[in-house]
């Protein structure tokens, strides 16, 4: 479906974050409650990850203006994972435009989890959507480079640009994920037979593996959430990352298919675009006013933080973030 928006400027409605005083108790807040929940399991299907300490927890929020509140193991390094994918693409959106890239990769929730062979297969070689992994590697195949040194240095450069700080590849998740992706492999050669990748495939695979290797920490995925949030500007660098139409998009696809299998009970009960990762990561980004990020590594059955979908709804709900939620106006209550 397209919508004929040429020559019309987009209206933009949000409201702020509360004083620094109240966010910073109800982040604390969020920690205390949550701290002791033992329900989920790491990783262990890739072995760096399986090694991780399951009681590390941690909680950031930052908002668009530059303030950032941080608790717990908020400081504490992990591999980015998918998370990246949010970021990558926005990236690409960015250097290709809106109409390539939707083209190529989709928007619309697969309904089958992340790694579905079967999704590709019914919608005749069709990723449907970035956030996935077929839509994921079909994203980075586009990433501008002329070899895979090039595209890995632009993957790596971009998303440092969004945490405002150099981001760090972890070489033992990397080498980890690298002996046990065969199934990415064979994702990347099926796109590769409906001509989703023009490009060598397992490159392609080595430079996903390497982005979702990148060590960052749930205070850095606050920070570029709230760039997300913010028309694209961080807010601690202040550097224009992204265009604010492509963080729009961004922003659009993660609502959809951001918790993969799980995104419409999440946008129902969190109401928030969000994007989660293996190694215990969540952003979730509420726009004009900022973002979350926590980390824990227990994992439900469908990849995502336990703690952190807690810690993530609770904040939603007390900071007022839910961007479906709206309170009856002054003028049509009942007057005295």
């Known amino acids: 479906m397209e919508l004929e928006v040429d020559g019309i400027e987009q209206a933009v409605s949000t409201g702020a974050l509360p004083g620094w005083e109240r966010v910073d108790h109800l982040v604390g807040s969020a920690y205390e409650r949550y701290r002791s929940r033992t329900a989920g399991a790491v990783a262990d299907y890739i072995p760096a990850l399986a090694r991780v300490d399951p009681d590390l927890f941690g909680v950031a929020v930052a908002d668009v203006g530059g303030r950032v ?12 994972q998918s998370i990246s994918k949010a970021f990558v693409y926005a990236l690409v959106c960015d250097a290709l435009g809106h109409t390539v890239v939707a083209d190529r990769v989709g928007v619309d ?19 449907m959507n970035p956030m996935v992994n077929a839509g994921a590697l079909a994203t980075t195949a586009l990433v501008p480079g002329e070899t895979p040194a090039a595209q890995w240095e632009y993957i790596r450069t971009g998303v440092s640009r969004f945490a405002g700080r150099f981001l760090e590849l972890d070489g033992d ?4 994920e690298m002996l046990t992706n065969q199934r990415n492999k064979a994702i990347a050669r099926l796109l590769e037979s409906y001509g989703r990748i023009t490009i060598d495939p397992l490159d392609v695979v080595d430079v996903y593996t390497r982005q979702c290797s990148l060590l960052v920490n749930a205070r850095d995925l606050a920070i570029m959430g709230a760039t997300l949030a913010d028309g694209g500007v961080n807010p601690i660098s202040g550097q224009q990352v992204v ?24 946008l129902y ?8 990762g293996v190694a215990g990561g969540i952003v979730a980004v509420a726009p004009g006013k900022g973002a979350i990020g926590t980390f824990s590594p227990r994992l439900d059955e469908a990849g995502n933080s336990v703690r952190g979908q807690r810690a993530t709804a609770y ?6 973030l839910n961007v479906f939620a709206s309170a009856a106006t002054t003028r049509h209550l009942p007057q005295p």
């Open 173 to 176: 998740v990397y080498q980890s």
């Open 269 to 276: 009960e969190i109401g928030l675009p969000a994007k989660s």
């Open 109 to 127: 929730n697969t309904g089958f989890g992340f790694n579905s062979v079967i999704a590709i297969e019914l919608n005749n070689g069709h990723p």
């Open 243 to 266: 265009s604010p139409h492509v963080c729009q998009d961004t922003l659009s696809v993660l609502a959809a298919a951001g918790m993969y299998q799980r995104s419409g009970e999440w």
């Open 315 to 320: 904040l939603s709900r007390t900071l007022g």
């Open 69 to 80: 509140h941080t608790i717990g193991a908020a400081g504490h390094d992990f591999s980015i």
